[in-house]
């Protein structure tokens, strides 16, 4: 048989998605279950990037899987299924985000990324004044000279967890989907309304600040 | 090593095209000019793997276990509006 072009990260799914929402609209409580299992870890993960109290979040994720449930009678499938019930998430998370956020200064909500920061601070290069400038003046250490527990460990990974937790909600969300959920640009770019250049803008500004924010842990206790 | 060699691109640039280049982003000449750079210089080949590590960390945030709760809390929902539906 021929391979039929339909665009990456759709192709598994979408036949499954389709005999999916068949079933829910015949009210398949089976179906129901099958889409919670699969995206219900996934929405809440997203939601938390918006709304950092979890209870608020998990709220959220009900809302959403309640705008499903009555708006599957209307989906039509131009986009995925996975994608169309994360532009619903997104879409409430965002508007939840505000009003828990609403007595904050509108500072708070503004920070999406856009603002011109480094990867890397300035002052781990070599200054214009030397001949080698813009080369690392402090060069990062190679981790696979670390212990593998160190490395891949849980407290490490309770690092990361709190790196995400302070990145901006924009570059949060969109790390969550590509880097943690592993998603496609492409899928990335239509949940979010969101140009590619944006996304790697994004994706660019979180994945420096996590990096940087593990290169400060890791580094802790080594001697120099 | 002389200069020239790590000129055309220098570690504060390359910092700031690593994910253009991890995405395939970057034409062939820029890419060329990354791939070398990689090659000559050891901070630099450091900070791509520190980037792949940290890409690789944050995939490993999927496997953790989800908590039950959300799961039971959904089905309600369901079963509430299945009610509705049928009623």
Known sequence: MQPVAIPAGRRPDNEDEQALVAALRRGEEAAFVELVARHGASLLRLARTFVRDRAVAEEVVQETWLAVLNGIDRFEGRSSLKTWIFQILSNRAKTRAVRERRSAPFSALAGDGEDDEAAVDADRFRDETHRWAGHWAAAPADWSALPEERLLGSETLTQVHAAIETLPPRQAEVLVLRDVEGWDPEEVCAALGISDGNQRILLHRARSKVRAALERYLSEGATP | ?87
């Open chain 2, 1 to 87: 090593m002389s200069r020239t060699d790590v000129e055309h691109v220098t570690c504060r640039e390359f910092v700031e095209v690593l994910t253009d280049y991890l995405e395939g982003g970057l034409d062939a000449g820029e890419r060329a000019d990354v791939e070398r750079h990689i090659v000559i210089c050891r901070g630099c080949s450091n900070y791509v793997e520190q980037m792949r590590s940290t890409i690789d960390l944050l995939g490993r945030i999927a496997a953790e276990a989800p908590a039950g709760e959300p799961a039971t809390a959904a089905l309600a929902i369901f079963r509430e509006w299945q009610a509705g539906r049928s009623a």
